[in-house]
């Protein structure tokens, strides 16, 4: 039996990526859609032939759903994901799944109480840039890691709830998710203290455009993180090990290794790099860089058919909602916050 769902928030993301991904999916029935605006609800009627309806709470009360997928705007997920917990539903919830770590406590919560499960949507822990760069670091190729570096750059003005906070607006809650998360994954340490500075640069409304955040994790490892307006790309990540450096533009991962020796004479500077040894390889990943939804909804089928567990846990949505607190925190105060290990 398909598993029932109800898309609520047919917008941009909802009627596309998560309605797409349902759809191509034989294991998930679209069951019902919800949203507030009566264009939308004509498309998902045509699309799906299903049930639609402009209030949560009617829906809830009329559909038997197995699961419900939340892509309403960021400040309205906590409290709908709870509704539909107490519901008797599971939840998927988009990114960012809350606001701040007490709404995600408040969720987990809840969920512990009515007995369901909530998977948050962290779809970057499926992306090829992830399992390469595991897969390098793994081998020790550039030795031992001391600095990652995730940037993602922009030119793009939005003009759209995006730019408010009172609707949970702002860069570090739109692109966090996919930014953050990765680095940490791949160093597999938790965050020991952050600093951070955000800025509003082009965009209209009250929220930052920009952020830039320098995490020191348990290993002294650095994380820094930024999402930058930029007409030019950087690269997307940039790995400094002892024995050398892997740079990714989208899809080429370049590795450079290098073995400075010691000099022969110390006292004549030439003598410091001859004898250097380089050697740069190149790799081309495929895939869809941030995860493909196709394979998170994979997962959750299999989670929902098999009983495999979902690879994202309500941890790991909660330490990621807590990071990201502590980075909006820093740059506030205009300090270092340390977190607790
Ligand atoms: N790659 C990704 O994972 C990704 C990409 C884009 C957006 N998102 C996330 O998806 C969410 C939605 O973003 P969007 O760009 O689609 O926004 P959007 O504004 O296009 O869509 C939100 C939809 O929710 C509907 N809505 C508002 N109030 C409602 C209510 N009370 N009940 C039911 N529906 C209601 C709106 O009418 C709208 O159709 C955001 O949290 C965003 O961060 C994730």
Known sequence: MPVKTAIVGYGRNGSTMHAGALERNPNFKVAAVCDIDPNRLTQAADRFGCPVYSSLSEMLAKEELDLVTIVTRSDQHAAMTCECLEAGANVLVTKPWAVNAAEARQMIATADKCGKKLFPWLPSRWSPWLSTLKQLLARKTIGDVFLIRRINTAFGIRNDWQTEKRYGGGYLLNWGP??????????????????????????????????????????????????????????????????????????????????PQKPDDPTKYTGMTAADKQLVSKEKITGSLYGSEDEVYAALARTFLEGTPFPVTTADGLYLSEVLDAIRESHEAGKVVCMQP
């Open 178 to 259: 996919h930014l953050v998360d990765p680095p940490l994954v791949l160093a597999g340490e938790k965050v020991q203290s952050v600093y951070s500075i955000m800025r509003q640069v082009i965009n209209p409304g009250d929220a930052e455009d920009m952020f830039m955040a320098v995490l020191t994790l348990t290993n002294g490892c650095i994380v820094q993180v930024e999402h930058t307006v930029s007409a030019e790309s950087l690269p997307d990540w940039v790995i400094q090990g002892t024995r050398g450096t892997i740079v990714v533009r989208r899809y080429e991962v370049t590795v450079h290794i290098s073995e």
